[in-house]
């Protein structure tokens, strides 16, 4: 497939008026600590990615119509909305498209990479009425990880898991070459800080605390942080 300079990738939700599912976890948590690690892998790569969740929203067609200007006024070439399902008693990954394209060929390759952590394959489905999917001008999917109210797949939930799964997937479809520090992936996760966030908001995020933090960056006053710095989290 040809290959890509840009990409969009849209954390979903996490906005006032769009909020996310509420079950076992809350899909806003997974959609971020998903997407956020997806984003640090893909511009690991020297990717273009630009990232489409707005800073704030006014109803939730500002949302969506916010997310899809940064795709289009950015020039991806192609777009990827992170989401996380609520259904009772259902479980597994979908993904969503306007079938019969460069989307479902794209998905098609990072289904499998998906489902081979152990999820359930619920295919590729065709929603072509979705905002971002159909107002976006360059092919676009929208991804189910795994349904954030599932006790089968919030056991042992690893949003690093699902986003390296995700992120072979886009590289396999792209022909991307991946970053070269592949062996060391379980032991350590990078974060890059943004607004809002503090030493105790990430810690918490990631299961750890704020003096480890504090200990394996190096940091020399916990309370000041900057926007865009790169953290070791374990
Ligand atoms: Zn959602």
Redesign the pocket.
Known sequence: MSKINTIAIDI??NVSFDG??VGLRT?DSL?LEVGRQLIDKLRATGLKVIECLPQSANSLVDSLSKRVQAANDGHADFFVSI???YFEGAHGTEILCITGGRAEEVTKIILPEITNLGFTNRGVKDRRELYVLKNTNMSAILI?CAFCDSPIDMNNYSPEKMAEAIFRGICKAFEINGPVNNTSSDQTNYYTVVKGDTLYSIAKRYGTTVQRLVEVNDICDANVIRVGERMVVR
């Open positions: 979903g939700h996310g599912a899909e959609n989401h996380h399902n189910e």
